[in-house]
Structures are given as C-alpha cells and as structure tokens.
C-alpha cells in the first residue's frame, strides 16, 4: 500500500483591523470579523482618517534632476 503523504494547505489567519480578532481568510468579511467592523473602516477612509502619504521629495533645488550627461 502506497501513501501519499498528506498535504496541509495552510490557512492564512490574520487579525481583525478594527477590533483585532482573529479572522480567517475563508471567511465571508475577510480581512475584517464582522461586517460592523467592514463599515467603521469604510467610515474611516471617507471621513480622511486614514490617508495615503505622497512619496518623499528632495528639497535640494540647486540639483537638476535631468543632468544625465555632463556638459564639456
């Protein structure tokens, strides 16, 4: 009799945003519990509580950006 060895796939769990739960990914409200905690997040990005940073800029204006070839 040959067997196979038994894979396991492996369940990802991760933590509920808002209320820090435990939740699986197999779950209907994935990454969040419950749908109550799926709409207070929503709240939160219309309201402007959260927001996405612009990327970080170089304040050095005396350095041209565009200076690939050097000038003889």
Do not use: H
Not at 12 to 21: A, D, M, Q, V
Not at 23 to 31: L, R
């Amino acid at each position: 009799m040959d067997q196979k060895p038994r894979i396991r796939k492996r369940r990802l769990s991760l933590k509920c945003p808002i209320c820090k739960k435990v939740v699986k990914n197999g779950e209907p409200d994935f990454p969040f519990c419950s749908d109550r905690c799926r709409i207070i997040d929503l709240g939160k990005w219309a309201s402007g509580a959260y927001v996405i940073s612009s990327p970080v800029q170089d304040t050095d204006e005396g350095v041209d950006q565009n200076s690939d070839s050097e000038e003889f």
